[in-house]
């Protein structure tokens, strides 16, 4: 494994910061929201995302990690199993369409599948450690509010990119058409 350069460690710590303070804010601004249980808007996606595509898989992943580790500590710990169940998830499936579909799938289509990845990562948490069969119900509900949010996730990235690439250590390149 190689050494990790200063501009890639840099640019963790800040998104890191930028993904906790997004994490903070969605939190207080859900609450004052009329929204079922478990729908987020996901801010700090855009920056996970960000960080999947420019950094790599071990950096998004840590960053998911950290993230997790934030929720724990203000939210409780069923709020940090459901943010890390769901944050490793989707992180994991963004990375693999990004790497393995490429140029033929839009940030916003990356986007939409990390959102429902991430929503299905907390429904698994929910169905291991609360077992039956209520969280069910919250399926429907958190899918559509997965493909909602992940397109507005997806539509921010496309705005912020080239402003966010000026940052990154290399560009990224996804796999093209052969």
């Known amino acids: 494994m190689t050494k990790p350069s200063t ?11 930028g993904v906790l303070t997004l994490s903070a804010i969605e939190r207080a601004v ?11 808007l996901g801010l700090g996606n855009v920056l996970v995302l960000f960080a999947a595509v420019a950094l790599g898989l071990p950096y998004a992943l840590g960053i998911a990690v950290l993230k997790a580790g934030f929720v724990f500590l203000t939210a409780g710990a069923v709020a940090g199993l459901l943010s890390l169940s769901g944050g490793v ?3 994991l499936v963004m990375y693999a369409a990004w790497r393995l579909l490429g140029t033929r799938l839009s940030y916003i289509g990356v986007s939409v599948l990390g959102a429902a990845a991430h929503n299905m990562g907390q429904l698994l948490a929910i169905s291991l450690t609360l077992g039956g069969r209520a969280f069910l119900y919250l399926a ?4 559509v509010s997965g493909v ?3 397109v507005v996730t997806g539509l921010t990235l496309r705005a912020v990119m080239p402003a966010l690439l000026k940052f990154a250590p290399e560009k990224p390149r996804p796999k093209t058409k052969e």
């Open 89 to 91: 998830l989707s992180v």
């Open 148 to 150: 909602v949010f992940g």
């Open 140 to 143: 429907p509900v958190l899918l």
């Open 7 to 17: 501009k890639r460690t840099v640019l963790t710590a800040v998104l890191t910061a």
């Open 30 to 40: 859900t609450a004052t929201l009329p929204l079922p249980p478990g729908v987020r």
